[in-house]
């Protein structure tokens, strides 16, 4: 088992073995799942394209061209402005 210390700022430092077992390096990102037996899980966020393809495929979406999802991108970000 490996132990961490929580700091007086709340700080904990993921120690060396579990940082290379889960492949961690600096400025990696890192997700806290709280479970109901109060325990908290620690996973990665994934950050490469191959670990995420196909994840928001739906069979049964319409395809869209990438001019249609410029204009929507351009629509959202002109309502978030204004």
């Given at each position: 088992?490996?132990?961490?210390?929580?700091?007086?700022?709340?700080?904990?430092?993921?120690?060396?073995?579990?940082?290379?077992?889960?492949?961690?390096?600096t400025?990696d990102?890192?997700?806290?799942?709280?479970?109901?037996?109060?325990?908290?899980?620690?996973?990665?966020?994934?950050?490469?394209?191959?670990?995420?393809?196909?994840?928001?495929?739906?069979?049964?979406?319409k395809?869209?061209?990438?001019g249609?999802?410029?204009?929507?991108?351009?629509?959202?970000m002109?309502?978030?402005?204004?």
């Amino acid at each position: 088992m490996t132990l961490a210390t929580i700091t007086t700022k709340g700080q904990v430092t993921i120690p060396k073995a579990v940082r290379d077992y889960l492949r961690l390096h600096t400025g990696d990102k890192i997700e806290f799942v709280v479970t109901n037996n109060r325990e908290a899980l620690l996973r990665p966020i994934s950050k490469k394209v191959d670990d995420i393809f196909g994840k928001l495929h739906k069979p049964n979406r319409k395809a869209i061209s990438t001019g249609e999802m410029d204009a929507v991108i351009r629509r959202k970000m002109k309502d978030s402005f204004q």
